[in-house]
């Protein structure tokens, strides 16, 4: 009995009785770190004394949080949609108009309220397959293979999910990269699929290896039944671009072995190494002729988070599917049609971005400045944050080649992995959560990304502005010479 | 060897090899039926003479797409958000600019376009339990047990997920409605638990029987390990607004019987019978008292999508946990953060919702004015819908208490049974299929939310405008005796 009198009774659901795969999932990037850094914020704002002023979240590729401004024009196009009273008013340019009065008259009773297909809507289908026509040079895209999603992450489970089937050592095997973005193993430890570690070479700039594939293949096949290759590129936590003959050999790998493709591509436009460039596994694979065009099975996503957009509030994005069997096709339409639709907001957006502004277009000088704008100040935060922990002491960081992120290797002297130890932390961990602690920096630890046994790794956005940015790193150097002071 | 002197390969994803519970899904709402309505409007388009002008879709909750205008406020608040300059827009009411500026202080960097915290913006989850709290005469919600979602199907999938384990006989049950929105049986299917049917009385208005629940649960108990139980109130498709009473005997069988209750309350606003009223599951349990408000775990759903609004296109809910073991709700907190977070666009057209024009404020009266509207418009059809298929020989309809359909029994003779079957359909599909073919409506076929063995029936929505919908009755009053004398 209960001190009220009442019976104390077990609940239905419990740790004990709950979902044992959803117990297994991880998710890193939102972890403990992350709930530390929302009760520092809350402390500061209540004027507890702390040794910084602010919390930095650099722990996330959240753009807009860390100050990037929307593009105006993608902006435009939503509002319209979501007011067409504003379709009247001055202000607005005229080829916004336009594309807003487009959008409308493809949604139901032309409001941006009403479901769209399930797939989503015919004609932005349409606009972006044109757009990844363009893209990839004139190959053709089929907007009956595009499927318009809740942000990437969306999509990428909706594929897992049709990959899962059998038990015991026929169970799906699911390849993905470490360090990797734990989507990837969140989902996997969901559904109950193994998952299969291919290590990135981070002595060669986080190379994809396919020796190291081959490797991580083989000795998966005796455990279970490896059935699909997940590749993130640009890459993420690592932030490596890889080369074409690097695609090539994956594409030809998939092939010889019987794998289904994923392709992570969200951060196609952030590219900024000299040298580097993004090739849509798409374009290679049909450059490599019909012998691979015809069979290798590929899901490739894209999303309006990151690149210029940052737009990941809106929650969209696409996938494009090529050479599904057909039967297969029509049981993932049945299957996005249970969640109705993407959100149209996002779907709204997703066109703005891939039908944006052409020479001649009112638009068009103050989209282009602002997205250029957006991309060179990522490109020289990138540089700035690869050169500082060139040159700092007890650091190891690849060129930021793409994405958001640098994925620096560090220091942590024997007897701060055994303090962490002694308090049943990732060495990695403990290091993140003394930097949070003492200087308000809130990044993730390398061992929620995966990393070779015995190295230590963060990962940190670039995102903070420039100013920020640089005292951000500044502290962090400073943070890491004391570290390495106190448990030396 | 195919043609083209390539090797034709197997796919590695094929029907055969894809995950099985997926094959199992089926999804009414979406389903066949309205891929040929698509179908019908493109011939349309293209010219192809029809024995109709257009098709008339009255298969989906879609009040949007019926023609029902938004709630301006609504899209004021929202409009304002997404383009903040309009905030100096004189045309803008100052209540909508005031609640736009609050929300956007409480996105990351002031932009929607900024991920929120996984289980919605702070803020918006005090709106929302104020507004709970303001709903139930001043029970309390904590704010930490409302998670805002995508739609409510996204919240529902995400416990069910929960309470899913175990293997042959000890595999989790789900007590659910029958007829049932098939979200609940398609996310079964998925996630490859046992659906328990339970039958609702359509000769009692489609009450919903506690003997009846008794006898699924106990003849259940033989091949799984019952966990929890469904209700839909205002029913979907049925129609029907549960008692008081009936909700307090539910609550006491889910107590004595140890069940995990979800309630669907997507349509609480929509009640037109006289004499009905929405009562919330948790408004009741608290007042049965301590021994079942501290006792029985309870999730409630609601949804921007239904109701006066029918913003379906933005996505956007929540759901309010009750009695949730702490350490499981933390793995809910775990599991939502994987996505990253609801679209914040419908978070704040949830916001809007929640948190409206209060008496005095400038958008109070025309606020009002549209929500009346649009309910009594609905509560007008909901009475012509009823008193139609009453006075309609074959049709058998009860009230339209509430939510937006009407769930009519058939009379099909047994001709029509006959031919039906030998053309592998199901017998309602049947005539639907041919109601489609011959008016142009669609509408979805009872067997699609299932229904008594040997009856028929169809779920059609009361949202097409009053004009169109007396049309739409007279044609299908008329093709069904039509039918009746074709297959007599």
New interface residues.
């Given amino acids: 009995m209960a001190e009220?009198g009442?019976v104390q009774?077990?609940?239905?659901?419990?740790?004990e009785?709950?979902?044992?795969w959803?117990?297994k999932?991880?998710?890193a990037v939102?972890?403990p770190i992350v709930k530390r850094a929302?009760e520092l914020e809350k402390e500061l704002q209540k004027g507890v004394k702390k040794p910084f002023t602010e919390v930095i979240r650099a722990n996330?590729g959240?753009?807009?949080?860390?100050?990037?401004?929307?593009i105006t024009f993608l902006?435009?196009v939503?509002?319209l949609c979501?007011?067409p009273?504003?379709l009247d008013?001055p202000?607005f340019p005229e080829d916004a108009k336009q594309k807003a009065r487009r959008l409308l008259d493809a949604?139901?009773?032309h409001?941006?309220?009403?479901?769209?297909?399930?797939p989503g809507i015919e004609l932005i289908r349409q606009d972006v397959a044109s757009f990844i026509e363009h893209r990839d040079g004139g190959i053709p895209s089929n907007p009956d293979n595009i499927f318009l999603s809740?942000?990437a992450?969306?999509a990428i489970v909706t594929i897992l999910?049709?990959?899962?089937?059998g038990e015991g050592r026929s169970r799906t095997g699911v390849l993905i990269p470490i360090p990797q973005y734990p989507?990837y193993s969140?989902?996997l430890a969901?559904l109950n699929a193994v998952q299969i570690n291919y290590y990135l070479d981070e002595e060669n700039c986080w190379a994809l290896n396919v020796g190291e594939l081959r490797r991580a293949l083989h000795e998966a096949r005796k455990r279970c039944h490896p059935?699909?290759l997940c590749i993130i590129n640009p890459g993420n936590p690592t932030g490596q671009v890889q080369s074409r003959k690097c695609i090539e050999d994956v594409i030809h790998f998939a092939w010889e072995e019987?794998?289904?493709l994923l392709a992570d591509e969200v951060y196609q436009d952030n590219i900024y190494a000299e040298g580097s460039q993004f090739h849509s596994f798409k374009k290679v694979l049909f450059e490599m002729g019909?012998?691979y065009s015809?069979?290798v099975?590929l899901a490739s996503f894209h999303s309006i988070s990151k690149c210029f957009?940052?737009?990941?509030?809106?929650?969209g994005g696409y996938m494009e599917v090529i050479?599904?069997?057909p039967?297969?096709q029509e049981?993932l339409t049945?299957?996005v049609?249970?969640?109705?639709?993407?959100?149209?907001?996002?779907q709204i957006l997703l066109d703005a971005v891939v039908n944006r502004p052409q020479p001649g277009d009112p638009s068009y000088e103050r989209f282009n400045q602002e997205k250029q704008a957006v991309l060179s100040a990522l490109a020289e935060k990138a540089r700035l944050t690869e050169e500082t922990f060139r040159q700092a002491p007890g650091f190891h960081c690849n060129p930021v080649q793409g994405a958001m992120y640098a994925f620096p290797r560090i220091h942590l002297p024997p007897r701060a992995v055994k303090a962490a130890q002694a308090q049943g932390q990732a060495p990695d961990m403990f290091f993140c959560r003394q930097l949070l602690e003492e200087t308000g920096i809130c990044i993730v630890p390398g061992s929620g990304f995966g990393q070779k046994e015995g190295t230590y790794h963060f990962r940190m956005t670039i995102l903070p502005p420039l100013e920020k940015l640089q005292i951000l790193l500044q502290k962090m150097c400073q943070f890491h010479v004391k570290f390495i002071q106190e448990y030396s």
Avoid: W
């Fill in positions: 009220n009442l009774r077990d609940k239905v659901l419990t740790l009785s709950m979902n044992p959803i117990k999932v991880e998710y939102r972890g929302v996330i959240d753009a807009h949080a860390m100050g990037q401004k929307p902006r435009q939503s509002a979501m007011y009273e504003l008013d202000n949604c139901g009773g409001s941006v309220g009403a479901y769209s297909a399930s809740t942000g992450s969306d999910k049709l990959l899962v089937s989507l969140a989902a969901e059935r699909a019987q794998l289904f019909p012998k015809g069979a099975e957009m940052g737009e990941c509030g809106f929650r050479n599904m069997d039967a297969v049981q049945k299957l049609s249970v969640r109705l639709c993407p959100p149209v907001t996002g």
